[in-house]
């Protein structure tokens, strides 16, 4: 969605407040692909802050649709977003090093959408878990661990060794 940002960046002193409710199902980035199973409204608070500047401050609360990182179960992830940017209008923006700062804005719209997936890829969790002590599931079969043991032969010899090991191998009579 998009919302003009004209008169808040050309009157000094100006403060609007907005509340936007985010179109997107899902978010796409490097680690997958992760569908939205709620959201809250984006309350956005746009304050004047100098001549063709404004602070962009607002607050939502997401929950995808993920998995855990050791049994592969799916888990809702709470993430809440706490907005606080400064933007200028197309006149002040240049297009160095800033393009990336800025890229939810499109002269003097600001695309709210954009704006919560970029701070989303900055907030997504790096590790997701099911339960703090979840034991993940088997190399071998595949059994998932924190339904019990899968009896498999989890020894794994040390590399290292491996030399030593094919020496005393060799030597042994059949």
Do not use: W
Not at 47 to 58: H, R
Not at 86 to 96: A, I, K, N, Q, Y
Not at 98 to 106: K, T, Y
Not at 124 to 134: A, E, F, N, W, Y
């Amino acid at each position: 969605m998009l919302i003009n940002l004209t008169d808040v960046l050309t009157s000094e002193g100006k403060v609007v407040k907005v509340q936007v409710e985010p179109e997107f199902t899902e978010i796409v980035c490097k680690s997958g692909t992760y569908k939205i199973e709620s959201k809250t409204p984006l309350s956005l608070t746009l304050t004047n802050i100098g001549k063709n500047k404004a602070l962009i401050e607002g607050r939502t609360e997401l929950i995808f649709s993920m998995q855990c990182d050791r049994c592969l179960k799916p888990v809702p992830q709470k993430v809440t977003l706490d907005i606080a940017r400064e933007v200028r209008g197309p006149e002040e923006h240049t297009s160095d090093a800033e393009d990336d700062d800025q890229s939810f804005m499109e002269g003097y719209q600001l695309d709210a959408d954009d704006l919560i997936r970029s701070e989303c890829f900055m907030n997504l969790p790096v590790k997701v878990l099911c339960k703090p002590d979840c034991k993940g599931i088997c190399m071998r079969c595949g059994k998932d661990l924190n339904m019990g043991e899968c009896g498999c032969d989890t020894f794994v010899p040390d590399p290292r060794m491996a030399r030593i090991k094919d020496i005393f191998d060799a030597n042994k009579e059949v």
